[in-house]
């Protein structure tokens, strides 16, 4: 099942960015999805999860408040909004899709069922 992945780019500090990620093929209705990144040099890291049903969502601390990620259940597709972008969000985002509820991602265990390709976002000073 192919995550496609959009909406990445380069923008200044402070701007914002919007991401997509749709399921094309079979579509991922009972699946929990999300979004991991990771910059040159170091391991890859959570950034945030969100139910099927879009009602439960986890975020790392280090994008709480800025980040926002919705989700067209209808679809299988979810946005993150990223606002107040810094040059430490720079990273290349990976969408993943798994059936563990969004809480279960965020340990080292995490796998994912499903990923995209990544997406490069580039935040300059």
């Known amino acids: 099942v192919p995550l496609v992945e959009s909406g990445g780019g380069s923008v200044q500090a402070g701007g914002s960015l919007r991401l997509s990620c749709a399921a094309s093929?079979?579509?991922?209705?009972?699946?929990?999805m999300g979004w991991f990144r990771q910059a040159p040099g170091k391991d890859r890291e959570f950034v945030v999860a969100i139910s099927w049903n879009g009602a439960l969502t986890e975020y790392a601390d280090s994008v709480k408040g800025r980040f926002t990620v919705s989700r067209n259940v209808a679809e299988t597709t979810i946005y993150l909004d990223m606002n107040g972008l810094k040059p430490e969000d720079t990273a290349v985002y990976f969408c993943?899709?798994?059936?563990?509820?969004?809480?279960?991602?965020?340990?080292?265990?995490?796998?994912?069922?499903?990923w995209g390709q990544g997406i490069q976002v580039t935040v300059s000073a």
């Open positions: 993943a899709a798994d059936d563990l509820a969004p809480r279960f991602w965020l340990g080292p265990a995490f796998q994912g069922d499903y």
């Open positions: 093929g079979r579509p991922l209705t009972t699946f929990a």
